[in-house]
């Protein structure tokens, strides 16, 4: 009974130390988590419970070993990681400070992807390359970034800073900062120069056919009055 007792109270000492690790280690991430999801009510919740926190955890430790050139080991770890958290991130990919996955299930980051600081992803995003060229294939994403769910940005290509990648977007080509990007093949619309708001409203996103449209309409109508 005593030998049990140590046991447990190792097991527990051990726990405790990696979850002091993580707070020294993802503070900023975990205040991001709580700055950017609503439904996060406390710091130990997200410290625990998401997924995406500890997918970003797993992703810190495989790219060690993938820069060590332990390409097994890191794929390995990567694929345990996947299976336990839903999230697909390659050892190869570059990840910046303050990153956060929402919920994240499906979520895939490739090899040669390059995300910078302050990026929020929500469920179903792809950072994917496109054919079977070698060398740099994957986006690069600016800082402060967000991108909706299920949107897909496809080859070597770069999204600017402060731009916003709406839900099931395409996105197959250069985005310019301050942009918002909607639609199938993306489209994108400037947001007057200025830094999007991270309210993460999605319901009101710009969509530049729509703005088209309307001027179109205003234009018949004063066209009719005159």
Known sequence: MTCLINILIIILALIITKLFLICIFFFGEIRAAQKKDPAAKSFLEVLILYQGLHALISHRITHFFYRLHLFFIARLMSQFSRWMTGIEIHPGAKIGKRFFIDHGMGVVIGETAIIGDDVLLYQGVTLGGTGLEKGKRHPTIGNNVVIGTGAKILGNITIGDNSYIGAN??????????????????????????????????????????????????????????
């Open 169 to 226: 977007a395409v996105v197959i080509k250069d985005v310019p900062p301050n942009s918002t990007v909607v639609g199938v093949p993306g489209r994108i619309t400037k947001q007057d120069g200025k830094k999007i708001d991270i309210s993460l409203d999605h319901i009101h996103v710009l969509d530049p056919i729509m703005q088209s449209i309307d001027e179109l309409q205003k234009r018949i109508e004063k066209l009719e009055k005159s």
